[in-house]
């Protein structure tokens, strides 16, 4: 990472925070000397909030002073500074599917992320409890109340458990199947799509004490993956495998494997999302730059009745699941023809077509790190 990038700078957030560790992981692997500050700092408040607006993390403070809040954002503008470890695959076909398991793991496993953190609260408490700073004073009380009160909303209820428990217990047989060949998603050093696993699998799903005995029981190959992506190295001694992605713009079998499982599992939902941000945007008079919520801190637009695991449930609905979307459609706008007719059976076979084009006049970008309704070209 040049001098003029990252180095020297502050990554405010929380261990056990599912965006911060995507943030955490990318940095590390770029050796670029970032120090980590809690963002229960008292600097987090006096000095932080005022810039951004909102209470979120990850934050990253440049040197200069400049704020840069969202993991995806921050390995953005890693990867615009000649970073060590790049994470953006050259190749079309594998920097479209990295897109695509980024959006999966940031938006999709969410739900098997907070149940398995807030529904077995009891079986893991004194290890959530540490986590939080229970007791040392009552904020984290309210904070830990306020995370479980999310899981109607997300769609994790008695009547969807027993599908998340199996796809999440079918992920982690297909990644393991991957990882057993391969030490990251491409080959020999972490893409987009893994720092975007990563944030579930490891600060929720890889290390409460519940999920975590589920992954090291059916998938000890992910479990090692994660203590890759913690590294600040590619860690890959089983491997003898150069520091790159696969040439050939290759796609290991296993991924199509697992492109056709997230399409089984969630095709539908994003579908039905995508739907009501299309109502949406037709029933408002939107215009060009204006923030997504009325304020900084509301995430959601709406909630809509939406089909996952053979249930209707009704979920919130955040425009910023468009802010992941969009690299999606980014990387097939910029295929050539023989890779986009590939690209289209590919996603048309999966039930997963509305990410290569989600036909929306708007989609979302940022402005002084708040979500905005940006007009799409043509």
């Known amino acids: 990472m040049t001098a003029h990038g990252i180095q020297h700078a502050e990554l405010f957030g929380l261990p056990h925070s599912y965006y911060t560790v995507i943030a955490r992981s990318y940095l590390r692997k770029q050796q670029a000397g970032v120090k980590e500050v809690s963002s229960r700092d008292p600097r987090f408040i006096s000095e932080i909030l005022p810039q951004i607006g909102r209470g979120i993390i990850p934050v990253l403070r440049l040197a200069d002073g400049t704020v840069i809040q969202d993991s995806l954002d921050i390995i953005e503008y890693g990867e615009a500074n000649a970073p060590r470890l790049p994470a953006t695959p050259d190749s079309p076909k594998q920097k479209l599917i990295s897109a695509v398991f980024f959006l999966y793991g940031s ?38 109340d306020r995370m479980r009160s999310y899981l109607p909303i997300l769609g994790v209820s008695e009547a969807t458990i027993p599908a998340i428990e199996r796809n999440f217990e079918n992920v982690l047989r297909i990644l393991d199947r991957h990882f057993s060949q391969y030490p990251y998603l491409f080959g020999g050093c972490p893409s987009l799509g893994d720092y975007g696993l990563f944030g579930p699998l490891f600060a929720h799903l890889g290390r409460d004490p519940v999920p975590c005995a589920v992954m090291k029981s059916i998938a000890p190959h992910v479990f090692r993956w994660t203590e890759r992506m913690n590294a600040s190295v590619t860690d890959q001694p089983e491997f003898n495998m150069d520091e790159a992605f696969l040439p050939g713009d290759q796609i290991p079998e296993t991924l199509y494997e697992l492109i056709d499982f997230i399409g089984s599992e969630v095709g539908d939902e994003l579908t039905d999302r995508i739907d009501f941000i299309r109502q949406f945007q037709a029933s408002q008079d939107i215009q060009n730059g204006a923030p997504v919520t009325d304020t900084p801190k509301q995430r959601a637009i709406g909630t809509v009745d939406a089909r996952y695991g053979g249930q209707t449930i009704t979920v919130a609905v955040q425009p910023y699941l468009l802010y992941c979307q969009k690299r999606v459609e980014t990387a097939f706008a910029e295929m050539n023809s023989a890779n986009k007719d590939w690209a289209s059976s590919e996603f048309e076979k999966a039930g997963l077509s509305v990410l290569l084009n989600c036909e929306l006049p708007f989609t979302v970008g940022r402005s002084a790190n708040i979500e905005v309704w940006e007009r799409r070209a043509g």
């Open 107 to 144: 938006q999709s496993l969410l739900k098997a992320a907070m149940h398995y953190r807030w529904s077995f609260y009891d079986q893991q408490k004194t290890f959530l409890d540490h986590a939080f700073g229970f007791g040392d004073d009552g904020a984290a009380g309210k904070i830990m």
